[in-house]
């Protein structure tokens, strides 16, 4: 799980960095998220992580370009737009994904759970 957060904070990165949009994504999406498996992914990610690669795989490539890079260059700048937007939203779920994988843990000794009697030394 960490890996796939590293790899979509990766992608949010390129996002954010320089370059026109269409470049950023195809960083973004190619160097980042084009190998992940929809089966790596949580259940409630893997509907909107192939609409994502459907539309980056959309276009048959030209002149040894990849997918990637030709479906992005028949986009417009809104539909690139909107495909980072999506590359943001996964990014935000997959946060979430992995923090209510995680165990809470007390805050302090109060509000550890009681000690089951039998694991309780007695005193005498």
Do not use: W
């Not at 190998?35 to 990610?45: G, K, N, R, S, V």
């Not at 028949?74 to 539909?79: A, F, H, N, T, V």
Request: aromatic fraction near 4%; charged fraction near 25%.
């Amino acid at each position: 799980m960490t890996n796939l957060v590293n790899r979509f904070y990766a992608a949010v990165s390129a996002l954010a960095g320089d370059g026109h949009i269409k470049q950023r994504l195809i960083r973004a999406y190619q160097d980042n998220l084009d190998e992940i498996e929809d089966d790596e992914l949580p259940i409630a990610m893997r509907e909107p992580f192939a609409e994502l690669t459907a539309r980056m795989h959309n276009v048959a490539p030209l002149n040894g370009e990849g997918p990637v890079r030709a479906s992005v260059r028949k986009m417009s700048c809104p539909e690139a737009g909107k495909c980072g937007e999506s590359i943001v939203d996964l990014y935000a779920q997959m946060l979430k994904h992995a923090d209510s994988a995680q165990v809470d843990l007390p805050l302090s000794q109060d509000d550890a759970a009681p000690l089951p009697p039998f694991l309780v030394k007695s005193a005498s």
